[in-house]
């Protein structure tokens, strides 16, 4: 059995089964953050990276002229291009708030994004209430186990609390935001991991970076990439973005197949 069959046979939920069936078909293992502020410079990078990428990682709160038109499109680059939408949405109310947050106001999240993430903070309850509005769409949640950033209390006890409530959940929680593999021999969660860079090793607030190797050996399926491809939104350069997409993705998938022998 190859290691994308074993890995698919283990998962629980259709959606985590369908990304690393992405991950196989486009050898990419590489998320972008598409962490820009307009409608326009965001779908102008969506189409520069998105040939190269399994997921695409968006913060919806700071386009400051979001419309429904920026989901549709969003949504038909993604069919385009064959990737997934992870909004960063980082939930963390109770099971009634976040229920509220992820269905209704302006973005109405679980309408468009495949995947979002919560804290594990509030306890089940938040699980809870974001599985009551995405589980009968088909979508999936990763929880924040550990973070990537100098300091972060995300460790220890949080994080083993982390997993057992996904451990409780996992028709909904499909993996972590995680620094490494977390789970025994009966858990397969997929593991999210930020904060890898090629050249540098930190941004100066307390951003952390680790190569494609480096964070696949510890248990990555999937690197999460912003600044490293995109560039600084003052500094756009497209075609740049393109190429640097193309080397997270070729960087990373051959650290999946050195790691893993495929």
């Not at 078909?25 to 326009?40: A, E, G, I, Y």
């Not at 009966?186 to 100066?204: A, E």
């Amino acid at each position: 059995m190859s290691y994308f069959d074993k890995r698919i046979g283990n998962q629980s939920s259709k959606l985590s089964k369908d990304l690393l069936q992405l991950v196989e078909r486009k050898q990419s293992n590489l998320c972008v953050s598409v962490d820009f502020n307009t409608k326009d410079s965001l779908l102008k990078m969506v189409e520069a990276v998105g040939p190269y990428v399994c997921m695409i990682k968006t913060h919806v709160d700071i386009i400051s002229d979001f419309d429904i038109d920026l989901v549709e499109k969003l949504k038909e680059l993604s069919v385009k291009y064959d990737f997934l939408i992870f909004e960063d949405r980082k939930f963390a109310d109770i099971g009634n708030t976040v229920s509220l947050q992820y269905s209704s106001g302006v973005h109405k999240i679980a309408d468009w994004s495949h995947i979002t993430n919560a804290h594990a903070l509030p306890g089940d309850g938040i699980v809870k209430g974001l599985k009551k509005v995405g589980l009968e769409k088909g979508r999936g949640l990763l929880l924040l186990a550990q973070m990537s950033s100098e300091g972060s209390l995300a460790v220890g006890d949080y994080t083993k609390a982390s997993l057992a409530m996904a451990q409780r959940h996992k028709d909904f929680v499909i993996g972590f935001i995680a620094q490494e593999k977390l789970g025994g021999e009966n858990d397969d969660f997929l593991i999210l991991t930020p904060g890898v860079g090629l050249d540098v090793k930190g941004d100066g607030m307390g951003q952390q970076y680790r190569t494609p190797e480096e964070v696949i050996k510890a248990g990555t399926d999937v690197i999460i990439v912003g600044r490293g491809v995109t560039g600084s939104q003052s500094t756009v350069d497209y075609q740049k973005a393109a190429a640097e997409a193309q080397r997270y993705k070729k960087a990373g998938w051959e650290a999946l197949t050195k790691v893993h022998g495929l």
